[in-house]
């Protein structure tokens, strides 16, 4: 699909595509999976409930670009002012996905003042799909940030797929 885009991109370290409404400071990044310690519901989303965490995942690579494989996760350290801490609205936009072709995936969740971690974990065949991601938060109807990624194939981005699953992995 956008293969010498992604080409481009995973030769090269990705410039960060962050738009920063009110928050004060946005990191995204890729990391390996790590283990959630429970979920709760969330309505707006294809598996209707997401992950929760007891500590914020640290980012292995800091980049926009991500390879679509399986165990592999992405998102962002968000920071916002004490005034904007509290429930938020999270909001990832996507290729369509799924039996139904949603593209769009929404829940609400707190954010503090610390770095707050929001982010996706490729954990089913069908979220596996490559081009434009883009994560958004809101504070009522106050944007919060907004950051791309790009969604690539996974050999086109080995060191981080070798990374998190070994480096025979395309051999």
């Known amino acids: 699909m956008i293969r010498a885009l992604a080409l481009a991109l995973a030769a ?31 309505e707006d989303t294809i598996a209707g409930s997401i992950d929760t965490y007891d500590a914020r995942p640290e980012f292995r690579w800091l980049t926009d670009t991500v390879p679509a494989a399986l165990g592999v996760s992405f998102g962002l350290h968000v920071t916002v002012p004490a005034e904007m801490a509290g429930t938020i609205r999270y909001e990832v936009t996507h290729p369509p996905m799924g039996p139904e072709g949603v593209t769009v995936e929404s829940w609400l969740s707190s954010i503090g003042t610390e770095p707050t971690y929001v982010g996706f974990h490729f954990e089913n065949d069908y979220e596996l799909e490559p081009g434009p991601w883009i994560m958004r938060g809101y504070s009522g109807d106050t944007l919060l940030y907004e950051a791309h990624f790009t969604v690539v194939a ?13 480096p025979d992995l395309f051999s």
């Open 12 to 42: 090269a370290p990705a410039a960060a595509d962050v738009t920063l409404g009110a928050a004060t400071k946005v990191v995204q990044g890729v990391h390996c999976r790590t283990e959630p310690v429970g979920s709760r519901t969330a």
């Open 154 to 166: 996974a050999e086109l981005v080995p060191e981080i797929t070798g990374g998190c699953f070994g």
